[in-house]
């Protein structure tokens, strides 16, 4: 059974400052999805990652993904405002295409 | 525009009364899925379906129903809904089963059981 777990659950932090947040999945998983969520909306989907070492960057943002140590990481560079959502990973059963299983997400406020 | 649509947005219904949200996607996509989400909790899958008339359970299937009987839509059936069921609900679609590619979500729909 696939259990994402994601640390932290909640974070506030100052603009410009750097920060981490990790998300840690028990088992397999086939690939690994990152996505935010701003309050009172809908989900909208930053990164997929499919392979060992796989790193993308999108502005501010960026992820990576290790599958020995089933670690995915979403690494946040000079913060600013606009970031502050909730970011969801998600991991993929290996024996069962699609089935989806989410972390609780991370809460992110970025207070001037 | 490329969208998923889930009708309707929001509803107050009593136990027992049966419902459909619906949810449509113009994307030709093969993959169409179901979520809850609830504070504390996360999204949780319900349903999902790799192809028309090929569904499959989620995590939380029970007191759920769904049908594909066509590619564009994947309607969400509570037969006899209770208030455990009382949840923010979004369905999602993507290009194929098996395939590396995101997910896109509909806007929600806020369904409250009394």
């Known amino acids: 059974e696939l259990k994402v777990e994601q640390n932290p659950l909640f974070l506030s932090m100052q603009e410009g400052k750097n920060y981490t947040i990790y998300c840690n999945y028990s088992t397999t998983s086939d690939r690994l999805y990152w996505y935010r969520q701003d309050p009172g909306k809908s989900l909208e989907s930053l990164f997929v990652l499919l392979s060992n070492g796989a790193v993308k960057q999108e502005g501010r943002l960026m992820a990576s993904l290790d599958t020995k140590a089933r670690l995915s990481t979403l690494h946040i560079t000079a913060a600013v405002h606009d970031l502050s959502a909730t970011y969801f990973c998600?991991?993929?059963?290996?024996?069962?295409?699609?089935?989806?299983?989410f972390g609780p997400g991370t809460s992110l406020s970025v207070i001037p | 525009e490329a969208q998923v649509t889930q009708n309707p947005r929001y509803l107050i219904t009593v136990t027992g009364k049966k419902l459909t949200v619906t949810c449509s996607q113009n994307m030709n996509h093969e993959y169409m899925s179901w979520y809850r989400q609830d504070p504390g909790l996360g999204l949780r899958q319900i349903y999902y379906?790799?192809?028309?008339?090929?569904?499959d359970k989620g995590d939380v299937p029970e007191g759920y129903k769904v049908s594909r009987k066509e590619k564009r839509n994947f309607p969400l059936i509570l037969e006899s809904p209770s208030p455990n069921q009382t949840s923010l609900y979004f369905c999602a679609s993507g290009l194929r089963a098996g395939v590396a590619d995101t997910q896109y979500f509909g806007p929600g729909t806020r369904l409250t059981v009394l």
């Open positions: 998600a991991g993929v059963l290996k024996t069962s295409y699609d089935k989806v299983i």
């Open positions: 379906s790799m192809n028309v008339e090929v569904t």
